[in-house]
């Protein structure tokens, strides 16, 4: 099947069950926090999971790595009542660069203005591994912000996790 950065928008479409688990412990074990969250989320879309994940009105359609006049959109959803929400996710755990993403959010979101002048609304989501301190620091920053914070657990807490129910079903298998 591939690296699975490498897979082309018919080959997500297409995955089976099976390897949408498979491509998941890859994302996991990445040890990239910024790719394994994109590679979720992409996961997450195709099995039609990001619509409760985010609490969003029904999803039309949507577009990994959305090209804009100022960058490229991580995610972009398009929404059947005429609206669109914009995810940037942020895999350091640095303030600095994750409060970046609130500022990237508004530059997207001034060019999908521009570009989709009838839009009804712009919902800005920015996800990050960030922890502690940090953490509370950067979710209030996006409540000033009007940007929805999402924390996403960090790849180290999953595989921590993964490994320690790997190990309790082989303790009971």
Not at 33 to 52: M, N, S, T, V
Not at 111 to 138: C, D, H, K, T, W
Request: hydrophobic share 40%.
């Amino acid at each position: 099947m591939g690296r699975p950065s490498k897979l082309t928008d018919a080959q997500w479409e297409s995955l089976s069950e099976q390897e949408w688990r498979c491509l998941a412990q890859k994302f996991v074990e990445s040890r990239d926090d910024e790719a394994c969250i994109a590679g979720l989320l992409r996961l997450h879309c195709i099995f039609g999971h990001i619509q409760r994940m985010l609490r969003t009105s029904k999803i039309e359609r949507y577009r990994f790595e959305f090209s804009v006049p100022c960058g490229r959109v991580d995610l972009v959803l398009f929404h059947s009542d005429g609206g669109i929400s914009l995810v940037e996710a942020k895999g350091r755990n640095s303030v600095r660069d994750v409060v970046g993403g609130i500022g990237q959010l508004f530059l997207y979101e001034s060019a999908i203005r521009s570009m989709f002048p009838s839009v009804g609304y712009v919902n800005r989501y920015l996800i990050s591994p960030i922890q502690g301190g940090a953490a509370a620091s950067v979710e209030r920053a996006c409540a000033l912000a009007g940007v929805n914070f999402i924390q996403y657990a960090p790849m180290s807490a999953i595989e921590k996790a993964r490994d320690g129910a790997r190990m309790q079903w082989c303790a009971h298998g």
